[in-house]
């Protein structure tokens, strides 16, 4: 059991979209690495976009790193069920990343922001939307910084938007605190969430 906390164990059924977003520094990637550490079968959506690699990234794991015209082919075929440009890059949630795993019967990670949240509520009602924020605006801040991997504009418009995200909080199912240090906590919790939930909701019947 990592550092004393609850892994709980997650019925197989039903099969969860998990929907994870908020704000720049929130920790989104970190508590979805952990999460599918503890939950191996757990498929995590991987977004398409345009921006180049960053350091430590690897294609297929972090992002599909793609050109315009190829993200351009998809959007064109219907091939995203969600999609959206920030900081001038775009991104896209392909279909076929959440639809088939949950045909499959697999639970679903999906790391969006906002807006993309919304919209996968949208097109799949059962979905579970749960908020992670480090708790302040200037927690946000101090960590995007130590990331260092934005020009200073970009951490200022990303500062801009994390403000407008914490409002956001209260259309979601669930607020999770990220606190510095305290990564499997939080993990934990929406873990604690996610088990709660399919426990609630039932096997589905055919």
Not at 18 to 40: E, F, M, N, Q
Not at 58 to 64: P, Q, S
Not at 100 to 123: C, E, I, N, S
């Amino acid at each position: 059991m990592p550092n004393n906390v609850e892994v709980p164990l997650l019925p197989r059924e039903p099969a969860l979209l998990i929907v994870l977003s908020g704000p720049s520094g929130a920790g989104k990637d970190s508590v979805c690495d952990v999460l599918r550490t503890w939950y191996p079968t757990m498929h995590k959506v991987v977004t398409v976009t345009t921006r180049p690699v960053r350091p430590g990234e690897e294609n297929g794991r972090d992002y599909h790193f793609i050109s315009g015209p190829e993200f351009q082919q998809i959007l064109d075929t219907d091939g995203f069920v969600e999609h959206a440009t920030v900081f001038e890059h775009s991104y896209g949630v392909p279909r076929i990343e959440i639809e088939d795993p949950l045909g499959f019967g697999l639970d679903v990670l999906a790391r969006v922001d906002v807006q993309g949240a919304a919209t996968l509520k949208r097109l799949f009602p059962d979905a579970l939307l749960v908020f992670l924020t480090p708790g302040s605006v200037e927690e946000s801040v101090r960590r995007m910084k130590q990331r260092d991997l934005d020009t200073e504009s970009q951490q200022k418009l990303r500062t801009e938007i994390a403000a407008s995200e914490l409002e956001a909080a209260r259309d979601f199912d669930y607020v999770v605190i990220n606190e510095t240090g305290k990564l499997n906590e939080a993990a934990s919790e929406i873990a604690r969430i996610i088990a709660a939930e399919k426990k609630r909701r039932g096997p589905r019947h055919e």
